[in-house]
């Protein structure tokens, strides 16, 4: 097996790919992106792990997420980062 000069890159392919190809990977994604109010999200992360909920709020410049956990017995109101949580259902 031939070995790089890159680390972790098994082979290199031959050729050159223009910068345009490639910009739209390297540009970082907005955690809240594909979040909107009325979705069915999970949570995966800290005390509410493997709860559903559904979301009130989405404020983009903090990244965090409003929602109300289905199995609470009182409506409450959370406040959570949006990388903790993974969209279940999207709203139509």
Excluded: H, W
């Amino acid at each position: 097996m031939t070995t790089t000069r890159l680390k972790n890159c098994r082979k290199v392919l031959p050729g050159v790919s223009p910068l345009e190809n490639t910009l739209s990977y390297l540009e970082p994604k907005a955690a809240t992106a594909g979040i909107e109010e009325g979705c069915i999200i999970e949570i995966s992360g800290g005390a509410f792990k493997g709860q559903s909920a559904r979301v009130i709020r989405v404020t983009e410049s903090k990244e965090e997420v409003t929602v109300e956990l289905f199995e609470a017995a009182v409506p409450v109101a959370l406040t959570v980062r949006a990388d903790q949580v993974r969209v279940t259902q999207r709203v139509e």
